[in-house]
């Protein structure tokens, strides 16, 4: 909030004050600029109630804005705009396989379900062959004698063991040969009892060492800076036996090669483009494929080694089409006929609804109104009885509510429009605040600002055009709001409304289907022109003068509204106005101070010669 100063200070003070004269000349400069001061005095309290009018607009957009999004936003579960939260038929199921849900053009009645003999289904690619490589490596001819006594880190499914080539380990190899030995200390450093136990097994065939792990990760690690101990092992630190999806596509570990010397893979998707460098990698891939219009999920499986595609429409026929343009990263990831992928293809849902034969591709469809999601089928089981039931008592409270809330909107504006004016209580400059108590500067304001918005046009405007909509001519439907017993308080309650409940109630029992038009007709429809209405005053897109009527003329705090509005433009030139009045004021006041500071330097040469001629009369 503003400040208003009092200027009861002399902005320009230079000369001598009075010394020679007695004469108060703060007081005597103060006097002659008087007419300066109050000129800026006004201009002060001219800002301050024009804050004050600012904050009492944008209380107004604010009860308009709480309001829409209460009653006429698409995203409250209250959106009178919709025909759905009309929707009073309510729908039950006598099975769990199905769930029901109504819509606005169900009726009362029952819909029987003979049986759902098949779900629909999606179509599934899936690589039938590991995706990874092995994790493999040719053995040196110098072992075991120049591992002993190394060690090497052993990761399984991220728990993480060291085997040590140690002194037992030698005897083991001794005894039964390096294949057991080996699978000995791998046994020890998991804890396996029993080979039922074991879930890394050790092969060793032709100087080739394998550790096979079926739907486990398995990853080996040089331990510190020793790599050559892996290096005779025939492994590089950090293989594994899984995919690293982080990895460029350059530098994964893929069963199948991709093609040599390709720097860009394309393909496509039922007919949507891709493109991947060969730095890119298969996290890249997944991520992009899953986020496109191809109407895909791709996902890789630790467990199974293997990439699966699925198509998200469900049903028959051939919803996943993959076309590689160039390289063979599709094949690559074994998700092609040619890389031997395995395809399972999507199937219709099949069911009988009063004993008819449906065959639907999804198991979300709608039958009279009612949106039924299949979850299971219903073989040998009895039929499925969705009811329907009318239930309007659940649009009681909200509407009453709708009421409630508009009658507190228009009580607001009412409120601004037709407060007192309290011409003699002006904003208070800094000098009368410190002459009053808090509590008498409360009440002082609270006059000063009564009455900023009295007969405002804006307001008053906004006003009588809700009226106009809620209390007016216009019916959709053959009904109007005050068939549903919602009619005018009365004259003295400008505007605002009273509810009959009885009157309601048995309005929404008997004519649900009219109220819903009333109120959702994208034309006529009393919430879609209540709607409008709130938009002209408060509308937020847009630049200055394109905007709602109330924010072009006080804008909405953390916007660019904020200072792009007719308020704060005026509060603006007003300050520069004020700031070229204070300058002059200075100005004045020096002009001021030199007449006195002459006079006192006159009178001070006077005084002395006045001396000088006692001196020689004395004589």
Not at 45 to 54: A, F, G, H, N, S
Not at 338 to 349: F, H
Not at 517 to 528: R, V, Y
Request: glycine fraction near 6%; charged fraction near 25%.
């Amino acid at each position: 909030m503003t400040m208003i100063s009092s200027l009861s200070s002399l902005s320009a003070k230079t000369g001598i004050g009075g010394l020679v004269s007695g004469m108060d000349i703060d007081d005597l400069v103060k006097s002659l600029t008087a007419g300066s001061r109050q000129k800026i005095l006004q201009q002060q309290q001219k800002v301050q109630k024009l804050e004050w009018k600012q904050t009492a607009y944008r209380s107004v957009i604010k009860a308009l804005s709480e309001f829409q999004s209460s009653y006429l936003d698409v995203l409250s579960k209250t959106n009178l705009r919709s025909a759905s939260f009309f929707n009073t038929v309510k729908a039950t199921s006598s099975s769990p396989a199905i769930s029901v849900t109504s819509t606005s053009s169900a009726s009362a009645g029952t819909i029987t379900i003979n049986s759902i003999s098949q779900l629909a289904t999606s179509q599934r690619i899936t690589g039938s062959a590991p995706a990874s490589s092995p994790l493999a490596g040719t053995l040196s001819s110098d072992l075991p004698d120049s591992i002993a006594d190394k060690s090497i880190s052993i990761t399984l499914d991220g728990k993480v063991k060291t085997l040590t080539f140690d002194s037992t380990f030698m005897d083991n190899v001794d005894a039964f040969g390096f294949e057991t030995a080996l699978q000995k200390a791998v046994d020890s450093a998991y804890g396996v009892m029993s080979p039922e136990e074991r879930i890394i097994h050790v092969s060793v065939a032709d100087d080739e060492l394998s550790f096979i792990a079926e739907g486990s990760q398995v990853t080996i690690k040089a331990v510190g800076d020793d790599t050559d101990t892996l290096s005779k092992l025939g492994f590089t630190s950090g293989q594994s036996n899984r995919l690293s999806l982080s990895s460029p596509l350059h530098m994964t570990s893929l069963a199948a090669n991709l093609d040599e010397g390709t720097e860009t893979f394309r393909f496509t998707i039922n007919s949507v483009d891709f493109e991947f460098s060969h730095t890119e990698s298969i996290s890249a891939v997944i991520n992009k494929v899953n986020s496109s219009k191809a109407g895909v999920t791709l996902s890789y499986s630790s467990i199974t080694d293997s990439f699966t595609m699925v198509a998200k429409n469900t049903g028959a026929g051939e919803n996943i089409n993959i076309q590689e343009i160039d390289g063979n990263l599709m094949a690559a990831l074994g998700l092609t006929p040619e890389s031997g992928v395995s395809v399972v293809y999507g199937k219709n849902a099949l069911l009988t609804v009063n004993n008819t034969d449906i065959i639907r591709s999804s198991n979300d469809i709608t039958i009279d109104g009612v949106n039924i999601k299949l979850l299971q089928t219903t073989e040998d089981e009895k039929p499925i009885t969705i009811t329907l039931e009318e239930d309007s008592s659940s649009l009681m409270d909200p509407i009453k509510k709708f009421v409630e809330d508009y009658n507190t909107m228009i009580d607001l504006i009412n409120g601004l429009t037709k407060e007192t004016v309290f011409s003699d209580f002006q904003p208070l400059s800094d000098e009368q605040r410190d002459e009053m108590s808090e509590k008498e500067i409360e009440k002082w304001e609270e006059k000063a600002k009564s009455g900023l918005l009295r007969g405002d046009s804006l307001l008053r405007g906004i006003a009588s055009r809700l009226q106009t909509v809620m209390m007016g001519t216009a019916q959709s439907g053959g009904i109007s709001l005050y068939d549903m017993g919602i009619t005018s308080a009365g004259y003295q309650e400008n505007g605002k409304l009273k509810i009959d409940e009885n009157k309601l109630a048995e309005a929404l029992r008997t004519r649900g289907s009219e109220i819903r038009d009333l109120f959702t007709d994208p034309e006529k429809g009393l919430a879609n022109r209540i709607n409008d209405v709130i938009n002209t005053a408060i509308k937020r897109s847009g630049v200055k003068n394109q905007r709602g009527s109330l924010v072009d003329m006080a804008g909405i705090e953390s916007s660019s509204s904020a200072t792009e509005n007719n308020i704060s433009e005026t509060i603006n030139r007003t300050n520069k106005l004020i700031a070229s009045l204070q300058e002059r004021l200075s100005a004045e006041e020096s002009k001021q101070w030199r007449k006195f500071t002459a006079m006192e330097k006159a009178l001070q040469r006077m005084n002395e010669q006045s001396a000088i001629l006692m001196q020689f009369t004395m004589k």
